[in-house]
């Protein structure tokens, strides 16, 4: 092998089918890419309690990153030396103090331990609590370790106030991302030390791997970074046009294995 590569996946609308699904086709490719000795990682939104069984899945053995890039671990190897961030509950509590009455619901996370505000039946699948333990209440009571990462869900019509409301106040603290479309009462916090990009080069740099050997795949505005900061920049054909625009290579949708189909022609499988 004249080249090594390090491969990032990222999960849903790019390396998955659906929420829950990586067809045989993904699964298979990422296991012929891996016996030509490439390394083949995950770099997720999610918590690892929901992205694990796509891990044990695809056979990895590598670090993965999760929450975005504030959590860079290896389920496996205790030596490995974790990469974190979190954001500061004082940051939180003042958020909930002066614009509580613009946000519907919310939720955070520290590790497998979700913090949600409010417990109802819509916010169920968006924290994905299998393997969790939840507690639920005011945050000045029930939060008392800063989280790897916070989501908002603003009442309709009130995530622009309340985006605005952050850009105020917590300009170089706090970043913030709308998920767009039909989704976008939702608000994702996190703070600027963090992203995907972040860990994609700890993760290359562990595996002495330059970042021109890196081949990243993303559909979301969470994987911009990582997309921009890779040697291959994959977009998914159903990314959003900002990922596009910093991508340097395209591949099909997710719905249509876009994954499998740019690694079979990279590789020459």
């Not at 067809?23 to 296991?31: A, F, G, H």
Request: contains cysteine; charged residues 25%.
């Amino acid at each position: 092998m004249n080249k090594q590569y390090l491969i990032l996946l990222d999960l849903d609308g790019t390396a998955l089918y659906d929420w829950q699904t990586l067809s045989n086709e993904t699964i298979e490719t990422v296991k012929k890419v891996k016996a030509l000795g490439h390394i083949v990682a995950i770099a997720t939104g999610r918590p690892f309690r929901s992205s694990k069984v796509f891990y044990d899945q695809l056979k990895l053995d590598t670090p993965i990153i999760n929450y975005n890039g504030a959590l860079v671990h290896h389920p496996f190897d205790d030596h490995f030396e974790k990469l974190e961030t979190d954001i500061d509950i004082i940051h939180i509590l003042k958020v909930f103090d002066e614009v509580g009455h613009l946000i519907e619901n919310a939720f955070c996370e520290h590790y497998e331990d979700i913090y949600l505000y409010k417990m109802n039946d819509n916010i169920m699948p968006l924290i994905h609590p299998e393997g969790g333990k939840i507690i639920t209440g005011d945050y000045k009571k029930t939060l008392k370790i800063n989280p790897n990462g916070f989501i908002l869900l603003a009442y309709p019509g009130k995530n622009v106030e309340i985006e605005q409301y952050l850009d105020d106040n917590f300009k170089g603290i706090l970043d913030h991302r709308n998920w767009g479309g039909d989704s976008s009462h939702i608000i994702e916090l996190f703070t600027p030390k963090m992203c995907k990009g972040i860990g994609m080069t700890y993760i290359a740099n562990y595996y002495n791997i330059p970042l021109e050997n890196v081949i990243a795949f993303g559909d979301g505005n969470n994987d911009i970074e990582m997309i921009r900061s890779a040697g291959i920049g994959v977009a998914m054909d159903n990314a959003v046009p900002n990922v596009k625009a910093v991508a340097n290579a395209k591949t099909l949708s997710n719905k249509e294995n876009g994954v499998a189909h740019f690694l079979t022609k990279f590789f020459k499988l």
